[in-house]
């Protein structure tokens, strides 16, 4: 009796001691299995190292701050003057020099003023301002027994004649009764029409007043991100909309902010697509339509690069005759342009040259003055 309780107790402890072997066995297999569940949420790594361990975790890295961009200081009108007026007698100082070395000969006979012709020609002074200035040139050099006249002095007073001196030549750049001035910017794309909006914003913030500028050349997505990099170099904002939308609703939007903020000068850059007349001329008259419902637009400039002779001149008789160009802006006056242009382009279209650009600098354009210009030419 006493053997079989022993063996009772025996058989007991062993099963005792083999469930728990079982159950502990069970619960380091479940340990090992990865947690279940719907959850696709990531923790972010901790940056506290846990009680107990050694282990150092990484904090996330920072995230990289851009620095504000630096709002630049134009130029003021003064210098650049100085500067454009070097550059451009540099570059144009062929044609001023060839018509005084002819006009400086002992005799000025038939040959000579034929040369003077060709010359005046070759810069693209055009036909009949060319044959109007060599008959004044005759009749003032003529010599009848007095002494011979200062061909330059002579030479100067004429061409600054030519080039006009009874041209209003100011830019409209504020409005009346509190409305800001509203510049309308038009000319064909690769003329450096949007280039030339951003410049002329250079101009007026180094004259201290506030400007906004409008993307209505929405065609071009490049243009608006062009402007947009204008406007942010000087501190000026921008107005812009969808590529491709409606460039009068942007104009008007951009003139809107003006007249809100009480902003002195709206510059619209504006689509410059010439392989449509009839499209182009209801474009450029919608914009300006839907403008003139905020303000009147003070200014209409014609942008042309002086470097594409009679096709520039072309196409400013396109534009001038779907718009009312009050202005022109000739950009590329050096290098290859020739400087009679801003004669034939100012006769064809009976409005002044009233900026020039000389230049890929930021402000390398500046008001034009004729005398400064002439004597520019002359050297």
């Known amino acids: 009796m006493g053997e079989w309780l022993y063996l009772i107790i025996g058989i007991a402890v062993v099963g005792v001691l083999t469930l728990a ?28 190292t846990p009680a107990g361990t050694d282990t150092a975790v990484e904090a996330p890295p920072e995230p990289a701050v851009e620095p504000a961009p630096t709002v630049e200081k134009p130029e003021g009108t003064a210098s650049r003057l100085v500067r454009l ?16 070395a002819l006009l400086s ?5 038939e040959d000579t003023w034929e040369a003077i012709e060709d010359t005046l020609l070759t810069a693209d002074v055009g036909v009949a301002p060319t044959q109007a200035l060599v008959e004044r040139l005759r009749t003032r050099l003529r010599v009848e027994g007095g002494q011979k006249p200062d061909a330059r002095a002579v030479l100067r007073e004429e061409l600054i004649e030519l080039v006009g001196t009874d041209m209003d030549r100011r830019v409209q750049v504020t409005g009346a009764d509190g409305k800001p001035g509203v510049v309308l910017v038009v000319g064909v794309n690769g003329a450096g029409k949007t280039t030339t909006v951003g410049k002329i914003a ?9 400007v906004t500028l409008g993307a209505a050349d929405t065609f071009r997505a490049a243009a608006v991100d062009q402007l947009a990099t204008w406007g942010e170099r000087v501190g000026v904002e ?5 590529e491709g939308g409606d460039p009068a609703s942007v104009a008007f939007e951009a003139v809107k902010h003006g007249v809100d903020d009480d902003i002195d000068t709206v510059l619209v850059d504006t689509a410059g697509r010439l392989q449509n ?29 002086a470097t594409t002779g009679q096709n520039g001149l072309i196409q400013a008789r ?5 718009v009312d160009v009050t202005g022109i802006v000739l950009t590329k006056l050096d290098g290859s342009a020739k400087g009679g242009i ?13 900026l020039v650009g000389l230049g890929e600098g930021p402000d390398d354009m500046a008001p034009f003055d004729a005398a400064a210009f002439v004597d520019a030419l002359l050297g």
């Open 21 to 48: 072997g079982l159950l502990t066995s069970g619960r380091r297999r479940r340990g090992d299995l990865p947690a279940t569940g719907g959850t696709d949420v990531i923790a972010p790594p901790r940056t506290d």
């Open 85 to 100: 007026r070097q550059r451009l007698s540099r570059s144009q100082g062929g044609l001023g020099q060839g018509l005084l």
């Open 105 to 109: 000969r002992d005799r000025l006979d």
């Open 202 to 210: 250079r101009i007026l913030v180094a004259q201290d007043l506030t």
């Open 238 to 242: 921008v107005v812009r909309g969808p």
């Open 277 to 305: 007349k009839a499209g182009l001329m209801d474009e450029l008259g919608k914009v300006k339509r839907v403008i003139e419902k905020q303000a009147p637009v003070t200014e209409v400039l014609l942008v042309l690069d």
């Open 318 to 322: 396109v534009f001038s005759e779907i």
């Open 342 to 354: 801003v004669v034939q382009v100012q006769r064809e279209l009976g409005v002044p040259v009233k």
